[in-house]
């Protein structure tokens, strides 16, 4: 499986600003996925990420709020915008098993701990 | 869009018991079903999936069953061990990209 890592691990942030994630891996893979988890909650996915065109957003979630990059096979940035203490959650990174492998699974990095007061 | 239900969602056995955790879909396309494993504190990591093709997939004390009529799939583990405990959390996916997850069932195993 892929070596998925996460810049920063945690965080605390003062509402209105804004905070980028890097999510990066140690081999290529298509599809990069940044999800949502709020305490004691499910896996919320926000967007799906492409290399060399725009994410995908799901519903309830706006490009205004979450901009993502995707600017190589490798790696993937998530921006909280305009933040607020709703904001407040785990934020992880996924990949698919890797470009031509034909793998489905998803495996997570570690996630960011995002608190905002 | 896909809806994924996840039952129960807090579940306690005695160690050596077995612990099942069901789950329903609502889009007849998903076609992969993967079962997700998460600690406290820690990232989810993938315990067991089935495909559409498949009925039942075993591996050592887990395994997982997938009725496509009725389109529901089932965690089933035996002999559970207090190592076991954590919250379980099953998905569906149609494309293979986008899953979408169940609610999680937190899973405590008593010695």
């Known amino acids: 499986s892929a070596v998925i890592s996460q810049k920063p691990s945690r965080d605390i942030c003062q509402r209105g600003t804004s905070l980028t994630i890097q999510c990066q891996v140690d081999s290529q893979v298509t599809m990069m996925f940044w999800y949502r988890q709020q305490p004691g909650q499910s896996l919320t996915l926000i967007a799906t990420?492409?290399?060399?065109?725009?994410?995908?957003?799901e519903s309830g979630f706006v490009i205004d709020k979450f901009p993502i990059s995707r600017p190589n096979l490798t790696f993937s940035t998530l921006t909280v915008s305009n933040m607020s203490p709703e904001d407040s959650s785990i934020y992880l990174c996924?990949?698919?098993?890797?470009?031509?492998?034909?793998?489905?699974?998803?495996?997570f990095g570690p996630g960011t701990r995002l608190t905002v007061l | 869009g896909e809806n994924v239900e996840q039952h129960p969602s807090t579940l306690s056995v005695q160690e050596g018991d077995s612990a099942v955790i069901k789950c329903t879909y609502s889009?007849?396309?998903?076609?992969?079903f993967p079962w997700y494993k998460q600690e406290l504190g820690k990232r989810p990591q993938l315990i067991i999936d089935i495909r559409s093709n498949v009925g039942e997939k075993k591996d050592q004390r887990i395994a997982v069953t997938l009725n496509k009529t009725a389109k529901h799939f089932s965690l089933h583990i035996t002999e559970t061990q207090p190592e076991d405990s954590a919250v379980y959390f099953c998905a569906a996916s149609r494309t293979g990209n986008q899953f979408y997850f169940g609610t999680g069932t937190s899973l405590t195993v008593i010695p």
């Open positions: 889009d007849s396309a998903s076609n992969y």
């Open positions: 990420a492409n290399q060399g065109s725009e994410a995908t957003y």
């Open positions: 996924s990949v698919d098993g890797g470009v031509g492998t034909g793998v489905r699974e998803q495996f």
